[in-house]
């Protein structure tokens, strides 16, 4: 009575294999194609207005005092992650994250292309971290660790490829591409951590801060208080915090309920 069973549990592992397979290829594919499609765009080149900021008040000795300041909470989200005990693709997510308060506190002292480039490469190593995880943690543990390495190399070449012909759209791409990328590996692979929910949330909280940025000026203008790119420093590191308190408080899955 026992080997008609196993042969039905076999049988029923081989129908979730074909499908599973298939989920594989949907991802590479979309890399590819969404790489291939840089070539259709026109050089973009840097805006020289960007640095042109809505606050640049100078309080303290600092010149753009709330936009250095609100770089503090990265700073802090970054150091607590760094005391985590995990692996390599979470330690460089906090690495990021802790640097990225640095440079970028250290661009708004004083903006330029050359400083942007301080507060833009630890960004990338973020968001190429990030996209590791859940390659990681969702599609297959080996294959994770070992795209880390690759996926960080190419964050940086995107900046050197700015840095030297002026061209943003690979690093258009190391940006918006984990934004795409994150959702659909979510949907089409089971979880292996409990948190799912924390990292919708810290997807939204940062398209907020991509908006706050875009109104910059009209939010500065509407309150007298804080410009939009404070704003979007703040809501940035808000979501940054619910990743830090979702790698604290998340629990695996069994895998009786990843099935």
């Not at 992650?81 to 997510?93: D, K, M, N, W």
Request: proline share 6%; hydrophobic share 55%; with cysteine.
């Amino acid at each position: 009575m026992a080997f008609p069973r196993a042969t039905a549990r076999q049988g029923k592992y081989r129908l979730r294999a074909t499908p599973f397979k298939g989920r594989l290829l949907v991802f590479p594919g979309v890399a590819a194609l969404s790489l291939a499609g840089l070539f259709l765009l026109p050089l973009i080149a840097q805006d020289q207005g960007y640095h042109q900021f809505a606050d640049q008040r100078l309080l303290f000795a600092t010149p753009n005092f709330w936009n250095v300041v609100s770089n503090i909470p990265f700073v802090v989200i970054g150091a607590a992650g760094l005391h985590l005990r995990a692996g390599a693709s979470i330690r460089v997510i906090f690495l990021g994250i802790f640097l990225a308060g640095l440079g970028s506190a250290y661009y708004h002292w004083n903006p330029s292309d050359a400083a942007l480039f301080w507060d833009r490469l630890p960004m990338t190593l973020t968001f190429m971290a990030i996209l590791a995880n859940a390659i990681e943690e969702r599609v297959d543990a080996k294959a994770g660790a070992i795209l880390l390495w690759p996926l960080l190399a190419l964050g940086i070449v995107s900046l050197l490829i700015w840095r030297s012909t002026g061209d943003l759209r690979l690093y258009g791409w190391v940006q918006f591409f984990p934004i795409l990328a994150l959702p659909l590996l979510f949907w089409l692979f089971p979880p292996t951590y409990t948190g799912t929910a924390n990292w919708l949330v810290a997807g939204a909280l940062y398209v907020a801060a991509k908006v706050f940025e875009f109104f910059d000026g009209p939010v500065m203008s509407a309150g007298h208080v804080l410009s939009g790119h404070t704003l979007k420093h703040l809501t940035a590191a808000a979501a940054c915090f619910v990743i830090l308190r979702n790698f604290q408080m998340r629990q695996p899955v069994s895998a009786a309920t990843r099935s």
